[in-house]
């Protein structure tokens, strides 16, 4: 495992859900001009300062508010020893769960934008034979899954007419509970990123910066790099904040795209139900989805999207936790887990409807 960290040091990820105050469509009419080539127009008085936009021409929209279900198709579980627990194979016929987002401005001037939004996804898990699971980890998976509520907020601050800042930060609440039996505060993950970039023409800009984040399992500290672009002919383009995710996007009109790549997806899940009430241990999940991704508007500023792809394991490793204090290991800590599992590989497909900022 030690080795599998390092080699995969510079394709893990931190950055969260970016792309809403990153990506922007510059027009929904039915004509394919693009409106957004007057964003930086000054109509004040003279003298006024111009500060960049926090978008480029032809970038993806960006979701106000999403409604999807994240579908994967069978894999096995192979859990590792715990305590008097022996290993076993847990077949898994499919895993799945709604997906909801909002992602609303709060401020928008010319020279400061304050996004906040939640998010709420779950995880279900279908086992094959739910009565023939011997092991603590595939009953408890299968009897509660796995769910993640958040909160985050994101802002962009430009200086002048190229270079600007985005700051982002992040309280998720992850783990194995209900509703009707919700984990204490406590147990919330923190993550926050912050970039310095440039806007250097209406079809570029690029930032970098690091990041805390818990995207592949593990909480980690990591440099992360912006990279929009869009070529003169508004055809072909790159959406990038990597490692977390990169996509080339080929534009067919304003109001229909396609994208090709990859993100990286999980968090640290804590289980409190069942056989883990006593105990301090929480899920380490990690994976990177392979995707293409189809969106388009099927009315006005309303979209659906469409993906699909396969899904490579990362990391489902479970940690003890000392009194419940978070710990820091990085790609080269050496702290043992308490289990080492894997998961075989199935493809995934998601589904959502979207309402776009215009």
Request: glycine share 8%; hydrophobic share 40%; with cysteine.
């Amino acid at each position: 495992m030690r080795i599998q960290r390092i080699g995969w040091a510079l394709v893990v990820a931190c950055c969260f859900a970016g792309p809403g105050m990153m990506a922007q469509v510059d027009t929904l009419v039915e004509e394919e001009e693009d409106y957004s080539m007057y964003d930086n127009l000054d109509f004040a008085d003279g003298g006024a300062k111009n500060f960049c936009s926090n978008k480029i021409l032809g970038l993806s929209p960006a979701k106000l508010i999403s409604i999807g279900y994240d579908l994967q198709l069978g894999y096995d579980l192979q859990t590792d020893t715990l305590r008097d627990a022996l290993p076993e194979t847990v077949p898994f016929s499919r895993t799945g769960g709604l997906r909801l987002a909002a992602n609303i401005p709060v401020i928008s001037r010319n020279d400061f934008i304050l996004q906040v939004g939640a998010n709420y996804w779950e995880s279900t898990y279908t086992a094959a034979d739910a009565a023939a699971i011997q092991h603590p980890l595939g009953q408890n998976l299968a009897q509660n899954g796995l769910r993640t509520t958040g909160l985050n907020t994101t802002i962009f601050k430009p200086f002048d007419d190229t270079r600007f800042v985005v700051v982002q930060a992040s309280a998720d609440l992850n783990g194995d509970y209900a509703f009707s039996d919700i984990m204490p505060l406590e147990y919330l993950k923190y993550s926050a990123a912050a970039l310095y970039g440039k806007r250097p023409s209406d079809n570029k800009q690029w930032a970098v910066g690091v990041a805390r984040t818990y995207r592949v399992g593990e909480m980690n500290y990591i440099p992360i790099v912006l990279f929009n672009y869009t070529d003169a002919a508004n055809k072909w383009g790159t959406e990038i904040l990597f490692p977390a995710r990169a996509h080339v996007r080929r534009t067919f009109s304003p109001r229909q795209m396609m994208f090709a790549g990859y993100e990286l997806e999980g968090q640290s899940y804590r289980l409190t139900r069942g056989p883990f009430a006593e105990d301090d241990l929480e899920i380490r999940r990690g994976e990177l989805r392979f995707r293409l991704v189809y969106e388009q508007s099927v009315y006005n500023f309303i979209w659906i999207s469409a993906q699909a792809g396969y899904r490579v394991n990362y990391s489902y490793n479970v940690d003890e936790l000392t009194d419940g204090n978070e710990f820091f290991r990085g790609f080269f800590g050496d702290q043992p887990y308490v289990m080492e599992n894997t998961l075989t590989n199935p493809f995934y497909f998601q589904i959502s409807l979207n309402l776009v900022s215009p």
